[in-house]
């Protein structure tokens, strides 16, 4: 290497490894990196070449050989993955230059943040649903398809982000909501505060909420039902923070993780053959698919831009703020009247 950049006794890949780590990335991220830039490594290894001194045209070489074998988005992000490796170590010194550079200008496939995906109507979803029968699946199934939360997000809720007005709830908790809940039952509260290795509550998480603004959101009749039925049958749990949603598997009474939830999902969404390992965006099922129906449905069924990227998180502060003052009259009323109903 042409600096001494690595502490990694030479290892380029486990130093961009160790600083992504450093920089708050999750583990799944650098599982996701690691796993890509050990296969590059790999082949340009074949052709007598390090990842420091292959060229153009070795990776050129490598995007070539994982077409045909994944879908065209699923090639254009192991691409962009070793595009940001070098781009980090030439950055950083530890490398002259980025061979990646010219070969992602003259790709044809890009990296496409909302690509083209799977149509599954409401009565197909309902039908998904059906099939989830198990209390903390079930309700983490309808919270995702009825809020448009990302996966970290509903993680990361603990029960003083709920405000229910069952009694069930008010006779098995006694954890008072958050104040920004006052005078909003049957809500939810998803914070845009807490980050990975972050202490929240009592509590060094391990995800990320990646929403612009705190929001609160609506739990129509059918949600709050299934959350009620989750929390009769809730292990005691381990953290003081009191998340919402805990394993009842091997880690019983741990915080769900991200990895749980999405082999949840995985799993049913296999057995209604809307999952195919290999597959991309525009094929599989998954948590992130169920944020891209929320949004689709209910921004079809409102005509209201404003409120679905409200409940998204994903507004500048004006708009939120506007919506944040008047959502009794309008986010609730707007949300309950079109919200689609999946079971």
Same mark, same amino acid.
């Given at each position: !290497? ?13 130093? &961009? ?5 450093y ?6 991220? $650098? ?8 296969? =590059? ?21 490598w ?10 988005s699923?090639?254009? @992000?192991?691409a962009?993955?070793?595009? $940001?490796?070098y781009?980090? !170590? ?9 061979? !990646?550079?010219l ?18 109507? %409401?009565?197909?979803?309902?039908? =998904?649903?059906?099939?989830?029968t198990?209390? #903390?699946?079930?309700?983490?199934v309808? @919270?995702?398809? /009825? @809020?448009? !939360? ?17 009694p069930?709830?008010?006779e ?18 998803v ?20 929403? /612009? ?23 005691n ?17 741990? $915080? ?33 698919? &169920?944020?891209?129906? =929320?949004?689709?449905?209910l ?11 409200? #409940? ?19 986010? $609730? ?5 079109? %919200?689609? @109903?999946?079971?």
């Amino acid at each position: !290497m042409s600096g001494d950049h690595t502490d990694g006794e030479g290892d380029p890949v486990e130093y &961009f490894l160790q600083d992504i780590t450093y920089h708050g990335r999750s583990e799944r991220t $650098r599982a996701a990196y690691e796993r890509v830039l050990r296969q =590059f490594e790999a082949f340009v290894a074949d052709g007598g070449s390090t990842p420091e001194s292959a060229g153009q045209r070795e990776c050129l070489a490598w995007v070539h050989s994982l077409r045909g074998e994944h879908a065209p988005s699923t090639v254009a @992000t192991y691409a962009t993955y070793v595009h $940001r490796f070098y781009a980090y !170590m030439t950055q950083a010194g530890a490398f002259d230059a980025n061979p !990646m550079a010219l070969v992602m200008a003259e790709m044809d496939e890009s990296i496409d943040t909302d690509p083209e995906r799977r149509e599954i109507s %409401v009565p197909a979803m309902r039908q =998904f649903v059906a099939d989830v029968t198990h209390p #903390l699946e079930r309700a983490v199934v309808l @919270t995702l398809l /009825k @809020t448009g !939360m990302r996966v970290g997000e509903l993680c990361n809720l603990d029960l003083r982000d709920v405000s229910l007005d069952a009694p069930v709830v008010g006779e098995a908790y006694s954890i008072p909501p958050r104040p920004q809940l006052d005078g909003r039952p049957n809500s939810l509260f998803v914070a845009s505060d807490p980050a990975r290795g972050v202490v929240v509550n009592g509590e060094e998480r391990s995800a990320s909420n990646k929403r /612009k603004r705190s929001t609160v959101i609506p739990i129509d009749a059918e949600l709050g039902e299934a959350l009620v039925r989750w929390l009769a049958i809730r292990p005691n749990v381990r953290s003081p923070a009191e998340p919402l949603f805990v394993s009842t598997g091997e880690d019983w009474g741990e $915080r769900l993780t991200p990895s749980q939830v999405r082999t949840v999902v995985k799993r049913h969404a296999e057995a209604r053959g809307w999952y195919r390992s290999g597959g991309g965006a525009e094929e599989n099922v998954t948590p992130h698919y &169920f944020r891209h129906f =929320f949004t689709t449905h209910l921004r079809d069924r409102t005509g209201d831009r404003g409120i679905v990227k409200y #409940l998204r998180g994903d507004v500048a502060a004006d708009v939120i703020d506007t919506y944040t003052h008047n959502w009794g009259d309008r986010v $609730r009323e707007v949300y309950e009247a079109n %919200v689609y @109903t999946l079971t």
